[in-house]
């Protein structure tokens, strides 16, 4: 393994596929020692086995992220396997939203709200908390996507989180970027996981969209999404703080 990240621990929430799986095994490969947080314990575990296996340091945590004394204990969990946290990537989420906003209910916009914001907020909360008691900085990035910064069809409720999730990382920057904690957004483009052939099955006529909006030609990878997040939490990003990075293909140049 390359020791990029040697001697740094990583936290990756929603780490059991998509692009959380692809950034955990990134940042293992870069020498990291990585907690792989997802709802789903089991696929999380699996996560972290496979990095183990290929000789790398890894535990997998069950934790809702919605949940605040769950989001407490992954934080002390982490701590008690590897003794500190240098690094967190905030990337659980859902998509549940796939109407006009006048079709949307209220327990949707309650779900969506209470995961891809309450989450992220949680996961802040506890992670500063125990970079600052370790005094030496360490570096977040939270997931949004190119839709907290541009609207999209049928997702009004789903684009409201992202928006808000670029909100929380700039107020974070500006107020712990003193403290040496560095705290940015990834925005990506629509990435091949799981979650999108759904949604592409579910409407195949979305994949010409899709192919006419990246001018880059194709989807973006997890892989893509993994390198990015990993340069924003290296030193060669030492200068960039509150910054809401989109990784897209191109779509919000047009």
């Known amino acids: 393994m390359s020791s990029g990240f040697h001697g740094k621990v990583a936290l990756v929430t929603g780490g059991a596929g998509g692009i959380g799986r692809a950034t955990a095994l990134a940042f293992a490969q870069e020498g990291a020692q990585v907690a792989v947080v997802d709802i789903h314990g089991a696929a999380a575990q699996a996560v972290a086995d496979e990095i183990t296996a290929a000789g790398g340091q890894a ?7 919605s949940r ?16 500190r ?17 006048d079709k949307a209910t209220e327990e949707m916009f309650d779900r969506l709200m209470s995961v891809n914001v309450k989450g992220v907020w949680l996961c802040l909360k506890h992670e500063i908390a125990q970079m600052l008691r370790q005094g030496e900085g360490g570096a977040i990035v939270n997931t949004s996507s190119i839709g907290g910064q541009k609207a999209a069809p049928r997702q009004p409720l789903y684009g409201a989180t ?3 999730v670029i909100g929380l990382t700039k107020a974070a920057a500006i107020e712990y970027g003193r403290k040496g904690i560095r705290v940015n957004a ?6 091949r996981t799981e979650m999108m052939e759904r949604a592409i099955a579910r409407a195949p006529k ?4 899709i192919d006419r909006i990246h001018p880059i030609g194709r989807l973006g990878e997890a892989e893509d999404i993994a390198r990015a ?3 924003l939490c290296s030193d060669d990003a030492a200068f960039i703080l509150g910054h809401p990075l989109a990784v897209d293909g191109g779509v919000l140049a047009g």
């Open 59 to 65: 535990i997998g945590i069950a934790t809702d992220v």
């Open 85 to 101: 946290l240098d690094i967190a990537f905030n990337n659980a989420a859902i998509d549940i939203e796939h109407e006009a906003l």
């Open 162 to 164: 992202k928006h808000a």
């Open 229 to 231: 997040v990993l340069f």
């Open 206 to 209: 979305r994949q010409q969209y």
């Open 68 to 83: 605040g004394e769950q989001v407490e204990a992954m934080v002390a969990q982490v701590v008690a396997r590897f003794g």
């Open 186 to 191: 990834v925005c990506p483009g629509v990435i």
